[in-house]
């Protein structure tokens, strides 16, 4: 098989075009990710005052870009996209490890979703609508999709704003919010994760409101899984360390609590009290305190265990 190839655009949208043109861009998505060898697109709009948009799509192979440039399917989409253009290049073949065009957007929201089994066409008409949505809100700066490599996994959404205000007016748009409800009856399970610097955040964000936990939850579940860590480093760690400079023996010891805190506890405990972190008015009373309740138990037992055996 050849090497993987990316498929770039470069579109000169006509003036007062840009709605029409990011719709067709999803309908674009929508035919291309039923096409053998596809792995991925990215759309990133016109900025500073330009008109040229640039779309990036990833092939499994040259083979298969091949294939996708002189299918039928790909000239009927083309034509339709074509008239809202005054210009571009709309054939540019590069292989996958030259440079390309690398987005700009300063606030990155990434979505991980499950699809209901037999549900996907649904799901790429939703993403149709909801892309030709969000490209219309001020600071949209182009959106990432990737399928799963195989059923049942996880589809891949990435979403730029050119600010975290402007990304968060689209969050919270009641448009957005129809369109979620919608996406029940075909999204099985849908994780938000905001990326405004380089890490990303300890636990997730709402699907509904794109907002994350109470902090007061964030930080108990934050002690619940960082305890244990540091008694552990206290037997059996710090004893390795007497020998070093303690500014360093508490770098280093701060770093393994990090790390595990990050990648071990955290994601754990995420997960098994996810009906707890985010609750809604039609959410029952008795989880709030019942949440609170069971994680002092947990804390006492965590006490105990060690109290008992260290």
Sequence with gaps: MSSPAVLITTARVRAGKDAEFAAWK??????????????????????????????LINFRSTDDLGAWQHSTARAEIIAAGARLCEGGKFGEVAQADEPSVQPTGDVTEVIFSRIKPGMEDAYREWTTRIEAAQARYPGYRGMFLQPPDENGGMWTTIIRFKTAPQLEAWMNAPERKSLLQESKAFIEHEQLTRLATAFPGWVPVDPITGKGPPNWKTALLVLLGLFPIVVIELRFLNP???????????????????????FITMPLFVRVFGWWLFLDKKSPKWKTPAGVVILGLVCAGEVAFFWHFF
């Design 26 to 55: 999803a309908r674009y998505d929508t035919v291309i990710g039923k096409f053998p060898g596809y792995l991925s697109s990215d759309m990133m709009p016109a900025a500073n005052g330009s008109n040229e948009w640039k779309i």
């Design 240 to 262: 390795l360390l007497r020998g070093l400079n303690s500014s360093l023996a508490t770098f280093i010891g701060n770093a393994i609590s990090v790390a595990a805190t990050s």
